[in-house]
Every structure is written in structure tokens, then in C-alpha cells.
């Protein structure tokens, strides 16, 4: 598909609409409740898993 065409699949009231920090830690959130629930993190790797997963959130939805 070409990048024109996945435009035109996204609601236009999605489209140029700025992503909040609210939304990136709730997303950021949401993933890393997933790796502690299927048991792939621990405390004592939280903290490294939350920064990582936050800046790759940010950096997709703000390049």
C-alpha cells in the first residue's frame, strides 16, 4: 500500500490531531501491564522496560 492510500483508510478526525503525553503514558502503560501479566517483567527490570517502551511510544507518535 502506498503511503497515500493508508491516509485515506484513517477517519479524518483522527488525522493531524496532536497525541498527548496523557495518551503516550497510557499506552506505555497498557504495554507493560501486558509484559507483567504474561510474566515477561519483573521488578527488577521495571523501571529500564518502562523507559524503553515509553521513549519507543513517544518516538513512533512524534518522530
Given at each position: 500500500?502506498?503511503?497515500?492510500q493508508?491516509?485515506t483508510?484513517?477517519?479524518?478526525?483522527f488525522?493531524?490531531?496532536?497525541?498527548?503525553d496523557?495518551?503516550?503514558?497510557?499506552?506505555?502503560?497498557?504495554?507493560v501491564?501486558?509484559?507483567?501479566?504474561?510474566?515477561?517483567?519483573?521488578p527488577a527490570?521495571?523501571e529500564?522496560?518502562?523507559?524503553?517502551?515509553?521513549k519507543?511510544?513517544?518516538?513512533?507518535?512524534?518522530?
Amino acid at each position: 500500500m502506498s503511503s497515500s492510500q493508508n491516509q485515506t483508510d484513517v477517519p479524518s478526525k483522527f488525522q493531524n490531531k496532536p497525541v498527548t503525553d496523557e495518551a503516550i503514558l497510557k499506552v506505555t502503560k497498557e504495554i507493560v501491564v501486558k509484559f507483567i501479566e504474561a510474566g515477561r517483567l519483573s521488578p527488577a527490570n521495571f523501571e529500564e522496560t518502562f523507559i524503553n517502551v515509553h521513549k519507543t511510544v513517544h518516538d513512533t507518535v512524534r518522530p
